[in-house]
């Protein structure tokens, strides 16, 4: 073979192998969007879950009470300073309550749902209204319901656990739990 085709040859599988590595560098600085959810938010869902299938297979009304004090206690143990860091969700809801204030609402899988109150008037000693201007009112702005996100902020404590759930049903409160949230940062999960 002549030492021109040899060349080319070396040069072209340099060419490919240098193409490989770059695209092997460029997976590496994107996140992975199968990176699990903090170790809180993953003990937290746990608890969820667990405590719906308990409801499943019990139909005794004590037993569901025992059941969800046993779940109160499981997300209370994975939240014990009620902090939520970089958690990962879904935009649930986005509204403005009458005074113009930002209502939110974050979904997780199994129904679990964070949400500020949706009026003035039963907010005024929590403080989970967004008011306009606040960050993460400006973040609001660009997302929409059904946006994948990452979320921090504090869950409020109250109720018969030690977090403040507030569907209006038991049976609401084990199969689609909706904890008060005062929220302190949302972005596009990328």
């Known amino acids: 073979m002549p030492s021109s085709v040899?060349?080319?040859?070396?040069?072209?599988?340099?060419v490919a192998a240098l193409c490989v590595a770059l695209l092997l560098a460029l997976r590496l600085l994107q996140p992975d969007p199968e990176t699990p959810p903090p170790p809180a938010q993953q003990a937290f869902t746990a608890a969820v879950?667990?405590?719906?299938?308990?409801m499943d297979q019990h139909p005794n009304e004590l037993?569901?009470?025992?059941?969800r004090r046993l779940r109160d206690?499981?997300?209370?143990?994975?939240v014990p300073d009620r902090l939520v860091s970089d958690w990962r969700g879904r935009v649930g809801e986005i509204a403005l309550d009458r005074d113009g204030q930002?209502?939110?609402?974050?979904?997780l899988d199994h129904g679990i749902r964070f949400a500020?109150?949706?009026?003035?008037?039963?907010?005024?000693?929590?403080?989970?209204?967004?008011?306009?201007?606040?960050?993460?009112?400006?973040?609001l702005i660009d997302l929409a319901?059904?946006?994948e996100v990452r979320f921090s902020g504090e869950l409020l404590p109250g109720g018969d656990g030690c977090l403040d759930e507030r569907s209006a049903t038991f049976s609401g409160a084990m199969s689609?739990?909706?904890?008060?949230?005062?929220?302190?940062?949302?972005?596009?999960?990328?």
């Open 73 to 78: 206690a499981a997300v209370c143990a994975a």
């Open 63 to 67: 037993k569901r009470r025992q059941l």
């Open 102 to 107: 930002a209502t939110l609402s974050v979904e």
């Open 145 to 147: 319901e059904g946006d």
């Open 6 to 14: 040899l060349s080319k040859a070396a040069l072209a599988g340099g």
């Open 49 to 54: 879950v667990q405590g719906q299938e308990g």
């Open 116 to 139: 500020t109150h949706d009026d003035a008037g039963d907010d005024e000693q929590a403080h989970t209204l967004l008011p306009e201007g606040s960050p993460v009112y400006q973040a």
């Open 176 to 190: 689609s739990p909706s904890w008060l949230m005062r929220f302190t940062s949302i972005a596009p999960d990328a």
